[in-house]
T-cell receptor
Framework: GESVGLHLPTLSVQEGDNSIINCAYSNSASDYFIWYKQESGKGPQFIIDIRSNMDKRQGQRVTVLLNKTVKHLSLQIAATQPGDSAVYFCAESGSGNTPLVFGKGTRLSVIA | DTGVSQNPRHKITKRGQNVTFRCDPISEHNRLYWYRQTLGQGPEFLTYFQNEAQLEKSRLLSDRFSAERPKGSFSTLEIQRTEQGDSAMYLC????????????FGSGTQLSVL
């Protein structure tokens, strides 16, 4: 069935280094993928999204890579800052307006 | 603040009581979603509305849960006869109708059932 998961539950990086957060999904019909950042006590905050007709998309300090062959999604954060410390979720949905299905999240800790 | 607004932010109740949460979506958004999130987990879909119509409900939404969006604007989520297992963060999100619209979340209502 549909499921989205993450490879690592926690990730610690030095301030200024690049971070890579990975996500695997199982639904080959997934059409839309999105990364959210969630800080303690807050709702998920949109970071970046990508559709299945693309394999890379860049934002400000963030890049999302999609490998449909192995059903893998990653989020790269350049020059990681203390403010990037949070839990990061990937989510996916099928075609149309099907609700997003979330993975379990990766907690990113930035070491100053 | 023109984001998704949820009230209350926190709710503590005793087992067996009824609770109701409110969500005010971003004003131009026709689609409104409810998710539930427990500690250490990602949000789980509960139900969603397009305008006032409830289009999909998850099997997680037991008979004790009911959601409404009577005028296609704000929505309420009611839980009857609460159980300790209902303790969670209840998140509301909204988006527009087109395929490229992003889903924006509120800060959630944290429910604790004692």
């Amino acid at each position: 069935g549909e499921s989205v998961g993450l490879h690592l539950p926690t990730l610690s990086v030095q301030e200024g280094d690049n971070s890579i957060i990975n996500c695997a999904y199982s639904n080959s019909a997934s059409d839309y993928f999105i990364w959210y950042k969630q800080e303690s006590g807050k709702g998920p905050q949109f970071i970046i999204d990508i559709r299945s007709n693309m394999d890379k998309r860049q934002g400000q300090r963030v890049t999302v890579l999609l490998n449909k062959t192995v059903k893998h999604l990653s989020l790269q954060i350049a020059a990681t800052q203390p403010g990037d410390s949070a839990v990061y979720f990937c989510a996916e949905s099928g075609s149309g307006n099907t609700p997003l299905v979330f993975g379990k999240g990766t907690r990113l800790s930035v070491i100053a | 603040d023109t984001g998704v607004s949820q009230n209350p932010r926190h709710k503590i109740t005793k087992r067996g009581q009824n609770v109701t949460f409110r969500c005010d979506p971003i004003s131009e958004h026709n689609r409104l979603y409810w998710y539930r999130q427990t500690l250490g987990q990602g949000p789980e879909f509960l139900t969603y509305f397009q305008n006032e119509a409830q289009l999909e409900k998850s099997r997680l939404l037991s008979d004790r849960f009911s959601a409404e969006r009577p005028k296609g604007s704000f929505s309420t989520l009611e839980i009857q006869r609460t159980e300790q297992g209902d303790s969670a963060m209840y998140l509301c999100a909204s988006r527009g109708d087109s395929a490229n619209e992003k889903l924006f979340f509120g800060s959630g209502t944290q429910l604790s059932v004692l």
